[in-house]
């Protein structure tokens, strides 16, 4: 059975998913997950001004509130001429992954995830993103210098890597993140979309094993 997990780091239901997710792999250590990039806002020119961001914090405050997830919402109102550009990070997680096939990947989406909600770092700066993406493969054991990660995120072949992501995610029909399909003895499926609770997943993917 494998599990796909559509989302964007810079999504925040898909942040406050984000301990169910790990909850379900956790749980289900034979399901097969495969992450794919969904660009929620990939190669956007916006600059993030006050009304947008109002407009997040009310979201992180729902999200919050449903998931219990942390937010440092000092860092967002200070930031200044933000854009809020997801293809950087997005290609970072699909960097790890070409670097890595058999890292855990979903370990170091959420590490993207937390530099932006936690820590308030710039996951639109390639040299962050390259600690943070390097850090969590070395991590995992594999021998990995940020200048690597940094020269392969910068690469074409990266560019396009992340590129075909998105176009997937809209061969999926995907219009919210996070979605999840399912595949199972030949068939394929959505499970949902939207934040959910990692034990409905679970009861979902069981009964269908069954």
Not at 63 to 73: I, K, L, P, T, Y
Not at 126 to 149: K, P
Request: aromatic share 12%; with cysteine.
């Amino acid at each position: 059975m494998k599990l796909r997990f559509v989302g964007d780091p810079m999504c925040s239901w898909c942040y406050g998913f984000g301990k169910e997710m790990t909850s379900i792999v956790e749980n289900m250590p034979e399901l097969d997950v495969q992450i794919v990039l969904g660009g929620l806002a990939a190669s956007s020119k916006q600059v993030l001004d006050e009304a947008g961001k109002q407009f997040r914090l009310t979201y992180w405050s729902r999200v919050e509130q449903m998931s219990g997830a942390e937010f440092n919402r000092e860092a967002l109102v200070a930031r200044k001429n933000f854009v809020y550009d997801t293809e950087p990070v997005c290609r970072a997680v699909v960097t790890a992954r070409m670097m890595q096939p058999s890292a855990d990947l979903l370990k170091i989406f959420r590490a993207f995830q937390r530099a932006f909600y936690v820590d308030g770092l710039d996951t639109t700066d390639g040299r962050v993103l390259a600690e943070i993406g390097a850090a969590g493969l070395r991590e995992g054991g594999f021998s990995v210098t940020v200048e690597q990660f940094f020269q392969l995120w910068s690469s074409d072949e990266a560019i396009q890597a992340a590129a075909a992501d998105f176009a997937f995610t809209q061969k999926l029909g995907v219009s919210g993140f996070p979605t999840l399909f399912v595949e199972w003895n030949g068939k394929r499926g959505r499970l949902g979309s939207g934040y959910m609770h990692a034990d409905d997943v679970q009861r979902a993917l069981a009964s269908l094993a069954n």
